[in-house]
């Protein structure tokens, strides 16, 4: 039986080695961007340590997020990470302390001008690789639950932690690229709707003026149904399915209206119901039911309602649409779920690094920018098939593999396992990044 290496040495020598030799490609790909450059020229922060401008630290905050470290304190190891530290191009990797100092530096004018470079460069990117005619905006929120005395924390909603202070976030993707559009981070004790409408003016105003309101739609769920928020969408010409809340009204209604079948035990009707204030206009709602099943889980969906036989949706919409269509057109809104799943767990939304409120949101404005590199790099250099996925599969694939930085022939040469699953796929991304097309013009959004 063959048996194991008996006898070693260990010597500490080796100076430009890395196990995320994959963010070579997020490196170059944000070279292609001109980010440093950008945030050089758009973003002045102030700074006491002069060994890093502003531009230097932002990075390596972006660069951590994705690689995973998911703590500040857990970046001490890239001090010792000479491949990466060549990578992100400084001499030596600022301390926890120099990070966290950096984020309480932030002042909010600053913060906003860092949310304007993220959009500027969202609308420079808009129409790669093909022009759109159409966006469908996904809106929830989300319980973060803190652990410790951080500014603006407290008590609401908390699903999972009872009793347990908290911030609210409230988020907005696209769905035909699962982009990250617009986030605002909140104190817990705020409801879903509270700031919405708000939120959703901002929303509009980073829409290009090539896409007509009249094809923008929405998607929500009850936390935002009521007039104020239906008056509104009737008013800017953008359509809408919202679920309905369980009020006795649209209970009663919804189980009275008249169905047809649209196949495995699945039937579809409609009705119009005024939830105005003192208008008599009636909006028009969509029930889409089907038989009870055995799975507990979706009958305590929020959304929903079942009577003896059958389990309701109920949509209020202003889409022509058939009820069925209008149904199958909400469904996919669930990948907000999956979305807001990542930003906890694969990115650090969950993860709160000071006690500082201004802070706080700095972070939360960094992580999101650096969400949206991944996405665009994604969509740009992958291939298709990796659109839909995780930041976890990108970095199982791509990010987390073990490179060496050496000198041959007077050229740099990023040394890779030679049994590595993904040599194809990591070239032809390579070559994607060095043969991008990005427009003429880069327009920071004033």
Request: charged residues 25%; contains cysteine.
């Amino acid at each position: 039986m063959p048996k194991g290496t008996r006898i070693v040495h260990f010597s500490f020598d080796e100076t430009h080695i890395t196990h995320f030799g994959g963010m070579w490609l997020i490196q170059r790909f944000c070279n292609k961007l001109k980010i440093r450059h950008l945030l050089k020229r758009y973003i002045q922060a102030p700074a006491r340590n002069s060994d890093y401008h502003s531009s230097d630290l932002i990075l390596a905050l972006m660069f951590a997020v994705i690689m995973g470290l998911r703590r500040i304190n857990k970046t001490e190891i890239l001090k010792y990470n000479g491949a990466f530290l060549e990578m992100l191009g400084i001499n030596r990797f600022p301390d926890q302390s120099t990070l966290r100092r950096f984020l309480k530096r932030l002042s909010p004018e600053t913060i906003r001008r860092l949310g304007r470079l993220h959009d500027s460069l969202r609308a420079y990117l808009f129409s790669l690789p093909a022009k759109r005619t159409t966006l469908i905006f996904d809106i929830d929120s989300v319980v973060v639950t803190i652990y410790g005395n951080q500014e603006k924390a407290k008590i609401g909603y908390n699903p999972k932690k009872h009793g347990r202070r908290s911030y609210h976030p409230l988020l907005c993707f696209e769905s035909h690229f699962q982009e990250f559009w617009h986030g605002s981070l909140r104190p817990g004790n705020v409801a879903s709707y509270t700031g919405a409408i708000s939120f959703i003016k901002t929303c509009l105003k980073k829409v290009p003026k090539t896409i007509a309101r009249s094809r923008i739609r929405f998607r929500m769920d009850p936390g935002y149904y009521g007039s104020p928020m239906i008056r509104f969408l009737e008013a800017i010409g953008c359509g809408y399915v919202i679920a309905a809340k369980q009020y006795p009204n649209i209970k009663r209604r919804a189980r009275t209206c008249k169905f047809h079948s649209v196949g495995c035990g699945w039937q579809a009707g409609e009705f119009r119901e005024p939830i105005f204030w003192k208008r008599k206009k009636k909006c028009r709602f969509v029930v889409v039911r089907h038989p009870v099943l055995e799975d507990p889980e979706e009958s305590r969906q929020p959304e929903l309602f079942k009577d003896k036989k059958y389990i309701y949706h109920v949509f209020v919409t202003n889409l022509t649409m058939s009820p069925w269509r209008v149904y199958l057109f909400y469904r996919p809104r669930a990948t907000i779920e999956k979305n807001i799943r990542e930003l906890l767990y694969d990115y650090p939304m969950g993860k709160i690094p000071t006690d500082s409120w201004i802070s706080n949101v700095a972070f939360f404005q960094i992580l999101l920018f650096a969400a949206d590199i991944v996405h665009w790099f994604k969509r740009l250099c992958l291939p298709k098939e990796y659109l839909t996925t995780t930041l976890e599969t990108i970095r199982t694939d791509f990010i987390v593999v073990p490179a060496k930085l050496v000198k041959k022939d007077r050229r740099n040469v990023v040394r890779l396992p030679h049994d590595y699953h993904y040599q194809k796929e990591f070239l032809q991304a390579f070559q994607k990044i060095c043969n991008l097309r990005l427009p003429p013009k880069f327009r920071f959004c004033k």
